[in-house]
């Protein structure tokens, strides 16, 4: 079992819809985790973080966190075909701040 | 805030030679760097965290030898890809993580490395 696991897509979502982006993590003392988001051929660039269960919200984009079910998602609201891209799912570990990857969903906002 | 570049972007070498990539913090003192290599459709594989003024600690299977990792200072860390060959061949980014800061990596934007 990988630690942190997401659906590899592609997520296929029309424009102007929400896209909702799963993760599932192993570790229970995972403390943090992070949204990235990755266009082709470029390096990763950060969504947002969240450490508290529950909701946490940044314009269009809402990670939940749910350490009970060990589960992290992000909703992306009113979305953009700009939006199209690997979205990777990363938990932190150990007193280094490694980050432990997904593998990332593939999505795709058809116009 | 938080820029971190890399240099060179692209490079493109011979097989048995060596390269070097620079990753520098820009606008922070960057107490931890890590470096990773992503390989086409695959996600991001950790190869091996520095902390600055001491030995980088490199995840199991990454030849330390063959991939020497300097943190001389707050603000830049360097990747020797040693007698590089084709297999070499990938996309190698480094992030970087600011002093008192424990949450976020900064991202680069990454040096695309073909070996010939």
């Known amino acids: 079992q990988k630690e942190v696991e997401q659906n590899s897509g592609p997520l296929s979502v029309p424009e102007g819809a929400i896209a909702s982006l799963n993760c599932t993590y192993s570790d229970r003392g995972s403390q943090s985790f992070f949204w990235y988001r990755q266009y082709s051929g470029k390096s990763p660039e950060l969504i947002m973080f969240?450490?508290s269960n529950g909701d946490k919200e940044d314009g269009r984009f809402t990670a939940q966190l749910n350490k009970a079910s060990q589960y992290v998602s992000l909703l992306i609201r009113d979305s953009q075909p700009s939006d199209s891209a690997t979205y990777l799912c990363?938990?932190?570990?150990?007193?280094?701040?490694?980050?432990?990857w997904g593998a990332g969903t593939k999505l795709i906002i058809k116009p | 805030g938080a820029v971190v570049s890399q240099h060179p972007s692209w490079v493109i070498c011979k097989s048995g030679t060596s390269v070097k990539i620079e990753c520098r913090s820009l606008d922070f003192q960057a107490t931890t760097m890590f470096w990773y290599r992503q390989f086409p459709k695959q996600s991001l594989m950790l190869m091996a965290t520095s902390n600055e003024g001491s030995k980088a600690t490199y995840e199991q299977g990454v030849e330390k030898d063959k991939f020497l990792i300097n943190h001389a200072s707050l603000t830049l860390s360097t990747l020797t890809v040693t007698s590089a060959h084709p297999e070499d061949s990938s996309f190698y980014i480094c992030?970087?993580?600011?002093?008192?800061?424990?949450?976020?990596?900064?991202f680069g934007p990454g040096t695309r490395l073909l070996v010939l």
């Open positions: 992030s970087a993580r600011a002093s008192g800061s424990p949450w976020t990596q900064y």
């Open positions: 969240i450490y």
């Open positions: 990363a938990a932190r570990r150990g007193s280094n701040y490694q980050l432990i």
